[in-house]
């Protein structure tokens, strides 16, 4: 029995569904040639109103699965992004410097590593020995080619023949330095950038400590080390600072081709300490001298700083009887014992002469500075001098005169500080110390021109920063 059932024609003729496939496969290449636009335009986008490398950490993390996205369909830019990826992880040859290598055959690049030196990176692109001897000693300042950071980059450029025609590295954000090879030698040439300045505004509150809280702001060590060298002579940072303590600070800020680059001198400072609130500005004045003033015109620069030492801790106070932890009996101690890290410096405490700078029996390597006919202070224990201190010498407020050491009679790494007035010992931190002289009277109009907006604009950015976090 055969079945006559007719067939059912097909949906489509053979040559309209080879039509279709082709179609579909050239829509799927032109995908892949031409990304979306869209897409481009709001990265482009995105990238434009970054305003800080912070923000565009944030923004590459929300756009990386778009990124990868792109490059597991095969966009072009796939590959430029793998090796940009690539250089983060550790490659020391970028995708710019691998183009930069082709349209210049003699540009080699290297990146300075842990335990590299001059010659070993010499030796990376193929130079002898003999080269380094004759960079060096073509110069005095090429030397500095020698006094190598970890990351610094140096680049090559070799001639015909493999011969050094030139090395530049940038040493900084603002200056570079280069050699040249002439017919006469190498030449030493520097290049420094001038940034543009602007001012920054900072605020804080204490949690934990100082340091910690200034980070979070923004400021870094040595911005941090600045304020309490400024407000020192009214705070012991050492020992007063406390949870709820906060300041204000506008300082200024370097910028080039529109990156902070560095920050420059503290313009004011504010600190509100235990409640008490202490202010500080910057005022150079007309014979260029420069210091800082209270807000009222009020010098802060007393003739003796209160803490010889940053940030350490009192381990023992001034005492009329104390049991001695070495010699196990009660006598008098007739300083101020700060603790600290062995090799902490320390600071002379005003400007003055070296009586002594040597050894003391039980107070170990000893300084003794005469501040004037009434002053003198003691610095014992230490681990060693600093460079040109010496009995005889003078030194300047805040200069380091040595560091934190155990020498002489002495359980752990700390300073021995002692202060006398009229041969008599006195406790250095119940001690009133005299002020320096307040601005001049026919400086005050200029002053007050130069103060009074720079306090206005901690009040106002405090102000609106206080409201933004009320919101």
């Known amino acids: 029995m055969t079945n006559d059932t007719p067939k059912a024609p097909p949906l489509y003729p053979k040559s309209h569904l080879l039509a279709a496939s082709g179609i579909a496969a050239l829509l799927s290449l032109a995908l892949l040639v031409f990304p979306s636009s869209e897409v481009e335009a709001k990265k482009t986008t995105l990238n434009l109103e970054l305003e800080s490398p912070a923000e565009q950490l944030k923004e590459e993390s929300r756009t990386a699965p778009l990124v990868q996205a792109e490059q597991n369909a095969g966009s072009p830019f796939a590959q430029i992004e793998g090796e940009q990826a690539s250089t983060a992880e550790g490659n020391t040859q970028p995708a710019s410097v691998a183009k930069q290598e082709e349209k210049a055959p003699g540009h080699r690049e290297v990146v300075v590593a842990r335990g590299d030196t001059l010659s070993t990176l010499f030796n990376k692109v193929g130079l002898p020995a003999n080269v380094v001897h004759d960079v060096l000693a073509s110069n005095k300042q090429a030397r500095q080619f020698s006094q190598l950071k970890h990351g610094q980059v140096l680049q090559f450029e070799l001639d015909k023949d493999g011969q050094l025609a030139s090395l530049h590295s940038k040493v900084s954000n603002l200056e570079t330095i280069r050699l040249t090879r002439s017919d006469k030698g190498y030449s030493f040439d520097r290049e420094v950038s001038k940034p543009v300045v602007r001012t920054a505004y900072a605020h804080g509150v204490i949690k934990s400590s100082l340091s910690a809280s200034a980070q979070r702001a923004g400021l870094s060590h040595s911005m941090t080390m600045d304020m309490a060298r400024i407000l020192g002579y009214d705070i012991d940072f050492a020992q007063d600072i406390r949870p709820g303590d906060e300041f204000d600070v506008v300082y200024e800020q370097k ?7 560095g920050t420059g001198n503290i313009l004011s400072a504010r600190f509100t300490n235990r409640g008490k609130t202490y202010t500080a500005v910057r005022y150079t004045n007309k014979q260029g001298n420069t ?11 007393k003739a003796f700083i209160r803490t010889p030492v940053d940030f350490a801790r009192i381990s023992s106070r001034f005492s009329a009887g104390r049991k001695h932890p070495i010699l196990n009996k009660i006598r008098a101690h007739k300083g101020v014992d700060y603790a600290a890290p062995r090799g902490t410096p320390i600071k002379a405490a005003g400007d003055g002469r070296i009586e002594l700078a040597g050894r003391r029996g039980g107070y170990g390597n000893t300084v003794v500075i005469a501040h004037g006919n009434s002053y003198k202070t003691l610095y014992g224990h230490m681990q060693g ?20 050491g155990t020498t002489g009679l002495s359980t752990g790494p700390h300073l021995h500080y002692e202060f006398q007035v009229n041969g008599v010992h006195v406790d250095p931190l119940s001690q009133k110390v005299p002020m320096a002289d307040p601005i001049a009277k026919a400086e005050r109009a200029r002053f007050n021109q130069q103060s009074q907006p720079l306090i206005a604009r901690m009040d106002q950015e405090k102000a609106t920063l206080l409201a933004a976090n009320k919101r």
Do not use: P, W
């Open 385 to 404: 001098f600093a460079k040109g201190i010496k009995t005889g010498g003078t030194v300047k407020q805040g200069q380091v005169i040595g560091y934190i």
């Open 291 to 301: 210091n800082y003033y209270t807000a009222d015109g009020n010098s802060l620069r």
């Open 255 to 261: 910028m080039m081709d529109g990156k902070v680059v």
